[in-house]
Nanobody, 117 residues
Framework: VQLQASGGGLVQPGGSLRLSCAAS????????MAWYRQAPGKQRELVAG???????NYADSVKGRFTISRENAKNTAYLQMNTLKPEDTAVYYC????????????WGQGTQVTVSS
């Protein structure tokens, strides 16, 4: 099982980016998919998560600006990030709880998001 993250980059303050996280391999289901981020010198923190049924949760710092969604048929989650701020700069990681013969927590490689003028 692999998670492939994409979509990071450099954007000016106030701009937008969309991150994607695609799961591949042999598995029966994906329950929870989430995005975390880690800024230099800080701990990794949960940004947003979405259950297979569509329920979502967000960090207070991104509510109203970020939207997480998923396409179950494509085993893919998205993070639409709007009104980006310099403090959103971090490496973003996708995470998913995936059922094979057991339920495991899997991580994708990080993707850098830099918000700067």
């Amino acid at each position: 099982v692999q998670l492939q993250a994409s979509g990071g980059g450099l954007v000016q303050p106030g701009g937008s980016l969309r991150l994607s996280c695609a799961a591949s391999g042999s598995f029966s289901s994906i329950n929870y998919m989430a995005w975390y981020r880690q800024a230099p010198g800080k701990q990794r923190e949960l940004v947003a998560g979405v259950l297979s049924g569509g329920s979502t949760n967000y960090a207070d710092s991104v509510k109203g600006r970020f939207t997480i969604s998923r396409e179950n048929a494509k085993n893919t989650a998205y993070l639409q990030m709007n009104t980006l701020k310099p403090e959103d700069t971090a490496v973003y990681y996708c995470n998913a709880d995936i059922r094979t013969s057991y339920v495991g927590s899997y991580w994708g490689q990080g993707t850098q998001v830099t918000v700067s003028s």
